[in-house]
């Protein structure tokens, strides 16, 4: 499921390197900002999955002609919450900014431009090997969707969470994984694990606000009030989940262009976006 992608990933790490690979304080939020400026987000086209309005309630737009020959989708988990379309918080913004982003840091990585849901119950979800789901603290998946999303990580996917904070949020988000996964093991990520280098090398991690709190110099929600970066790994030692707690990399996506935003997080968010996207391809 990998392999097509393997190639390109590091055929673009090879070609961007001397431009963008060390992305320092000031250099990289100014290369940020003109990419955001420069290359506005697209009129949306749609995925191969994105057009079901059954399901997104969504009146706009026609799948694209050549919308199921790209090497990359970020594909965003449809699934079933505590309250309605809680897997669409900051979307389609943050998916849609933050791919101009990617296609122009991976300049060679054939990605496709726009947004790409795709419910954990569809078969063809084993097609896309990186999914991104937020707000995973008000997950209440059906059967089928947790049946869905196991046979796609031991099928070789790669999942991403972000955007849940508190005790009670990480609670319901423990209970499901283990409904996914029963008797996996979550660990903090050791500072040195290949994915906070896959591409930038990152050091300082960031507590990424919500764009209002963010405006108020307050970076946390309810009573999470450090960040965590960990993961769920198999018996091989593969990471399956990339966890992403008491932070909201979304939000920064989102909210990128905006100038009282703040450069640090969303230049954070972003070495992350392309960190997690590089090392879920190419492992």
Same mark, same amino acid.
């Given at each position: 499921? &990998?392999? /097509?992608?393997?190639?390109?990933?590091?055929?673009?790490?090879?070609? /961007?390197? /001397?431009?963008?690979?060390?992305?320092?304080?000031?250099?990289?939020?100014?290369?940020?900002?003109?990419?955001?400026?420069?290359?506005?987000?697209?009129?949306?086209?749609?995925?191969?999955? /994105?057009?079901?309005?059954?399901?997104?309630?969504?009146?706009?737009?026609?799948?694209?002609?050549?919308?199921?020959?790209?090497?990359?989708?970020?594909?965003?988990?449809?699934?079933?919450?505590?309250?309605r379309r809680n897997w669409a918080i900051d979307y389609p913004k943050a998916d849609r900014q933050l791919m101009v982003g990617v296609r122009r840091l991976?300049?060679?990585?054939?990605?496709?431009?726009?947004?790409?849901?795709?419910? *954990?119950?569809?078969?063809?979800?084993?097609?896309?090997?990186? *999914?991104?789901?937020?707000?995973?603290?008000?997950?209440?998946?059906?059967?089928?969707?947790?049946?869905?999303?196991? &046979?796609?990580? $031991?099928?070789?996917?790669?999942?991403?969470?972000?955007?849940?904070?508190?005790?009670?949020?990480?609670?319901?988000?423990?209970?499901?994984?283990?409904?996914?996964?029963?008797?996996?093991?979550?660990?903090?990520?050791?500072?040195?694990?290949?994915?906070?280098?896959?591409?930038?090398?990152?050091?300082?991690? $960031?507590?990424?606000?919500?764009?209002?709190?963010?405006?108020?110099? $307050?970076?946390?929600?309810?009573?999470?009030?450090?960040?965590?970066?960990?993961?769920?790994?198999?018996?091989?030692?593969?990471?399956?989940?990339?966890?992403?707690?008491?932070?909201? *990399?979304?939000?920064?996506?989102?909210?990128?262009?905006?100038?009282?935003?703040? *450069?640090?997080?969303?230049?954070?968010?972003?070495?992350?976006?392309?960190?997690?996207?590089?090392?879920?391809?190419?492992?």
């Amino acid at each position: 499921m &990998r392999g /097509s992608v393997r190639t390109a990933l590091l055929t673009a790490i090879r070609g /961007s390197a /001397s431009r963008v690979a060390t992305w320092v304080p000031g250099r990289g939020a100014v290369l940020l900002g003109a990419l955001l400026l420069q290359f506005p987000v697209a009129p949306r086209p749609s995925g191969p999955h /994105s057009f079901d309005r059954r399901v997104f309630d969504d009146p706009e737009g026609e799948p694209s002609e050549d919308s199921a020959h790209r090497e990359f989708y970020f594909t965003r988990a449809v699934y079933t919450g505590l309250r309605r379309r809680n897997w669409a918080i900051d979307y389609p913004k943050a998916d849609r900014q933050l791919m101009v982003g990617v296609r122009r840091l991976l300049d060679n990585l054939d990605a496709f431009e726009s947004e790409h849901p795709v419910r *954990l119950d569809d078969p063809e979800l084993r097609r896309f090997p990186f *999914l991104y789901a937020v707000e995973v603290g008000h997950m209440a998946m059906t059967d089928a969707e947790v049946d869905g999303l196991r &046979r796609y990580l $031991q099928a070789g996917g790669f999942l991403v969470v972000d955007d849940f904070w508190g005790s009670w949020e990480w609670a319901i988000f423990d209970e499901e994984i283990h409904r996914v996964l029963p008797g996996c093991t979550i660990v903090d990520l050791p500072r040195d694990h290949p994915v906070f280098s896959a591409f930038y090398d990152i050091r300082a991690f $960031q507590q990424v606000p919500n764009v209002m709190n963010a405006m108020t110099g $307050q970076t946390w929600e309810k009573d999470g009030y450090t960040p965590h970066y960990r993961g769920i790994f198999d018996d091989k030692g593969r990471l399956l989940v990339a966890i992403n707690n008491n932070t909201d *990399l979304g939000d920064a996506w989102e909210w990128a262009e905006r100038p009282e935003y703040p *450069l640090k997080y969303s230049t954070f968010a972003y070495q992350m976006a392309v960190n997690l996207i590089v090392y879920g391809m190419s492992h």
